[in-house]
Each structure stands twice: as C-alpha cells, then as structure tokens.
C-alpha cells in the first residue's frame, strides 16, 4: 500500500477505532516531499506512541496536564525513522504516562473490546490496516499484550538496545521501546534502523531449534483456551521437526519475584520521575496514575534496592536456566482482550520477562471464543534479539495459520 491508501483508511476507520492522538493528512503530505527516497525505510508509513516528542506534532504523553505541549525537537528513534525516510503519519494514543489511565481506543476486531495497553493506539492502528508499523514502549507488557489482542506482530527488544532520548519516562529501568508491525520482517527492518549496532549473527541458525516450555506459575489465571493454543503449537513445533520444546528449569519463585519487583520498581521510579507534574497540577491527573505517584512516594529506598537486588539474581537463574537454548515458549496474555469497560488486561505473563530485559515477541496464533485474536510469546537471552526475530518467522512460517 502506499502512502496514499493508509490516508483512505484512516480516514474511513479512525471514527470507530480512535487511535490517534494528532493526524493531519496534509502534513503528512508535506513529508512525503521532503522525505528521504533513498533510506531504508523509504515510504514506509509509521504512527509513533504519543510519548515519543516530536518537533513538528504535539505530545501530550497521554495527559491532560500535558495537552498541547509542543517539544522543540524530535525523540532519537524519530529523528533515525526519519532519517531512513519514514512517513511520521502522527501519534497514536497512550495511556498516561504509558500507564494505565486509558484512552479512547477501540480494538479493530471488536469495537466492544480493549485494544489493551499502554500502546493501545499503535496496536490498534496497525491491526486497522492503517499503518504497517507503529512504535510503542513497555514497562510492564505494553507492547506484546496489545498486539496480542489486537492480532498483530509485538516486538519488545531487549533493555537498552534503542535510546529512549525524548521520551517520557515511566521507569527507566525498565522502559522499552517497542514495535508493533504487521510482519515479523518489517519488525527486523525498522529495529536494525533503530539499532544500527546490533548486527545480525548468521551462525546461530542450527535446526531443530531448541525451545523451552514455560506457561508459567499465574497459567491458572490464563482463559483456557489460550494454554490450549500454546500447547497446540508446541505440539506442531515437535511434529514438524523444527524444533524439540522442553520445561525451562526456572524457578516459579523468580518468575513471581520478578512481577513483584516490576511493580515495586514502576511506582517508585515512577513516583520521581512525574513528581513535579504531580505536585503542580495532580487535579489533571487520572486516578490510577494519582495512585501510582502516591504509592511510588511511599515506597523507601529500602524496598526499591531489595527489589533490584531480586532481579539480579533472578537474571542469573535465567541465564543459567536458557544456556543452550534457543527461545522460551509461553503466554502473551491471558486471553482474549477484556471489554473496553474492563480495562486494559493484565500484564501478568509479560512483566517478569521485561524486568529480566530480555527480547520478548508475541506472534498471532489464532482466535478465541469470541473471535478475538490469541497470540503466544517467545522469549530470548538479552541480545539475541535478531536471533528471536528469525526464529518467531520460522514457527509462523511453519506452524501458525492465522
């Protein structure tokens, strides 16, 4: 599609679906003159998470205490999308603060039903067809868990790869950047623009791969129909050849350790992160974020360092529990996508795996009961990440009919 044909479908779509925070067609047409035609992402139309500034578009990080702002320079990753001659085709809708304080969007397969989030816009503009790519961040599980439920491909690098200069901080220990991308090879193009240094390695492509098996200790509170789905595909793993799939040797007692300290970790970085905004106009905040800066405040120093000190040595035991192995098979979210009016879903099956700061990938996989889109995740050793992208297009290659 070119540029052209994701305007007609915004234009007829967005009404519905709501995932946009600014678009405007002629500015977008005004980079299309301007745009580099010889980069690597010549003409690719992208939508950027409305926590990433922008110097020609306003960012408002999701909230009204910020509505309108207008930074005066572009985010780092704008600035090389750009560079590699991306359309900006404006920003999509946050949570606030990329938290949980939701905004307007709609889930494209249901508009009854949560996109999820905090990159509830970027998902749901890509499963829209209204771009192929969009850029989100996550803290918690804000990138795989909308593309779960929103059926498209979720890529969350491993910590650090990409600079989060420019964008607004909800825990830097933590936070993300993000893709949501309707290919897996799209995903790898625009991650090896945004991370120029990491170099593709050829010699890990042995086969059968070898995977691991790792529901997780919270599987019980997974619709079942989603543990069915995981398991299905692991059966086809094995049935096809392209892979042996065996229980990853990893603690349950890291994995809730690890959700623990994700949350202990968020609120109190958090908390000091937004603490001016909080003390000078908390009237504009919504209730959960109000919430998270209030319960961040209260948490000591004490408890943030035994919180880090847990992910330490739950990042050893991850390490010496994947040595030899190729990517963890497991949950992107617990289901199918909640209604709007519930929220924006659990991130349960995502947070260990972003406080470790491994790359995590979530590939739709199927639908459930109610024709929503299910997906499954696979996790990788911090810095595979261009291992786990070659190896999540192999399973959907090989083993998913979605």
């Known amino acids: 599609m070119n540029i052209d044909s994701y305007l007609e479908c915004i234009q007829q779509k967005e009404a519905q679906v709501k995932a946009w925070k600014h678009h405007d067609p002629q500015q977008v047409?005004?980079?299309?003159?301007?745009?580099?035609?010889?980069?690597?992402?010549?003409?690719?139309?992208?939508?950027?998470?409305?926590?990433?500034?922008?110097?020609?578009?306003?960012?408002?990080?999701?909230?009204?205490?910020y509505e309108g702002h207008q930074p005066d320079r572009d985010s780092w990753a704008v600035q090389r999308l750009r560079a590699?001659?991306?359309?900006?085709?404006?920003?999509?809708?946050?949570?606030?603060?990329?938290?949980?304080?939701?905004?307007?969007?709609?889930?494209?397969?249901?508009?009854?039903?949560?996109?999820?989030?905090?990159?509830?816009?970027?998902?749901?503009?890509?499963?829209?067809?209204?771009?192929?790519?969009?850029?989100?961040?996550?803290?918690?599980?804000?990138?795989?868990?909308?593309?779960?439920y929103c059926g498209v491909i979720g890529f969350k690098p491993t910590h650090g790869a990409i600079s989060l200069q420019g964008v607004c901080p909800l825990s830097p220990s933590m936070d993300t950047l993000g893709i949501h991308a309707a290919t897996t090879e799209l995903a790898r193009q625009v991650f090896s623009v945004l991370c120029p240094r990491q170099h593709r390695d050829s010699s890990f492509a042995r086969e059968p791969l070898r995977l691991a098996w790792f529901p997780g200790p919270l599987a019980s509170q997974a619709q079942p129909q989603a543990i069915q789905l995981l398991q299905s595909v692991r059966e086809k793993i094995e049935t096809s050849g392209l892979g042996t799939v065996t229980d990853l040797e990893f603690g349950s007692d890291h994995a809730l350790g690890l959700s623990e300290s994700n949350r202990i970790i968020m609120r109190y970085e958090a908390a000091r992160a937004h603490r001016d905004v909080f003390s000078t106009r908390r009237d504009l905040?919504?209730?959960?974020?109000?919430?998270?800066?209030?319960?961040?405040?209260r948490t000591t120093d004490a408890q943030y360092e035994?919180?880090?000190?847990?992910?330490?040595?739950?990042?050893?035991?991850?390490?010496?529990?994947?040595?030899?192995?190729?990517?963890?098979?497991?949950?992107?979210?617990?289901?199918?996508?909640?209604?709007?009016?519930?929220?924006?879903?659990?991130?349960?099956?995502?947070?260990?795996?972003?406080?470790?700061?491994?790359p995590c990938l979530t590939l739709p996989a199927g639908k459930g009961q109610a024709g929503l889109p299910l997906g499954i995740q696979l996790i990788a050793r911090p810095g595979e990440d261009h291992r786990l992208l070659d190896i999540g297009q192999r399973i959907q290659q090989t083993c998913l009919n979605t």
């Open 306 to 358: 035994q919180a880090m000190q847990q992910v330490e040595r739950a990042h050893a035991a991850f390490m010496a529990a994947t040595m030899g192995l190729d990517a963890v098979l497991t949950l992107s979210s617990p289901g199918e996508a909640p209604r709007f009016e519930e929220g924006t879903g659990s991130s349960s099956f995502n947070q260990a795996w972003t406080t470790l700061g491994a």
């Open 285 to 297: 905040l919504g209730a959960a974020t109000v919430g998270l800066i209030e319960t961040g405040l």
């Open 29 to 65: 047409r005004q980079q299309i003159r301007t745009a580099n035609p010889g980069g690597s992402l010549a003409g690719l139309a992208v939508g950027v998470k409305d926590i990433f500034d922008t110097a020609d578009m306003p960012t408002g990080y999701g909230s009204s205490a």
């Open 84 to 148: 590699a001659g991306a359309i900006i085709m404006g920003k999509t809708v946050t949570t606030e603060f990329a938290y949980t304080h939701a905004g307007p969007t709609r889930n494209p397969h249901n508009l009854a039903h949560t996109p999820g989030g905090s990159s509830s816009g970027s998902a749901a503009a890509v499963a829209a067809g209204m771009v192929p790519v969009a850029l989100g961040t996550q803290t918690g599980g804000s990138v795989i868990r909308p593309s779960a």
